[in-house]
């Protein structure tokens, strides 16, 4: 019920490109669900999040959809470039405690 | 926007000594803060949740008593990994709440390498 399942495991993607990655989880608890960026040898930063009482949330090229009943949500990145090629975390939320998805390495090719 | 520092950023061992490294908030006060561990292309595990003047919470699995938490300030939390062998060589990471925002802050990582 803590689990938080990533796909894909990697994503190649043209410069331009929509990047698209999706995870699911079960514990309905769940109050609060990030998006992580990280470069190998750093710590992962904030990318966007959300909360459940929001469909969808956008900011700049990066947009968060959510679909409550189904227990999903994804992360689309628009017009894809060279320097968003870094490992992507999804994460779920209770009470501060981050649970992870297993990360998807996305590398956008110019 | 918030910010956690971590120390050492890397540290190389030998196996059978300890090593400390410490997370602080430096523009926030955090009762708080978790401790992740990483191995090489995986994701981040919690350890545990470490909270300001009292024991930390260990996730299942955990030794206690291999890695020891320490949070005696609202900026500062210590993770101590005692005795350690070469399977502890990993890459930890801790973060703390921000409070009024809900917002996590990652650290940059401590890479542990023992000998």
């Known amino acids: 019920q803590q689990q938080v399942k990533q796909s894909p495991q990697s994503l190649i993607v043209q410069k331009g490109g929509i990047s698209i990655i999706n995870c699911a989880y079960e514990?309905?608890?769940?109050?609060?669900f990030p998006w992580y960026q990280q470069f190998p040898g750093k710590g992962p930063a904030l990318l966007i999040a959300?909360?459940?009482?929001?469909s969808e949330k956008k900011e700049g090229r990066f947009t968060i959809s959510f679909n409550k009943s189904a227990k999903q949500f994804s992360l689309h990145i628009m017009d894809s470039q060279p320097g968003d090629s870094a490992t992507y975390f999804c994460?779920?939320?209770?009470?501060?405690?981050?649970?992870f998805g297993t990360g998807t390495r996305l590398q956008v090719f110019p | 926007g918030a910010v956690v520092s971590q120390h050492p950023s890397r540290v190389i061992c030998k196996s059978g000594t300890s090593v400390k490294i410490e997370c602080r908030s430096l523009?926030?006060?955090?009762?708080?803060m978790f401790w992740y561990r990483q191995f090489p292309k995986q994701s981040l595990m919690l350890m545990a949740t470490s909270n300001e003047g009292s024991k930390a919470t260990y996730e299942q699995g955990v030794e206690k008593d291999k890695f020891l938490i320490n949070h005696a300030s609202l900026t500062l939390s210590t993770l101590t990994v005692t005795s350690a062998h070469p399977e502890d060589s990993s890459f930890y990471i801790c973060?703390?709440?921000?409070?009024?925002?809900?917002?996590?802050?990652f650290g940059e990582g401590s890479r542990l390498t023992v000998l």
């Open positions: 523009d926030f006060q955090a009762t708080t």
């Open positions: 994460a779920a939320s209770m009470a501060d405690k981050l649970i």
């Open positions: 959300i909360r459940p009482d929001v």
């Open positions: 973060s703390a709440s921000a409070p009024g925002t809900g917002e996590l802050f």
């Open positions: 514990n309905t608890a769940f109050d609060y």
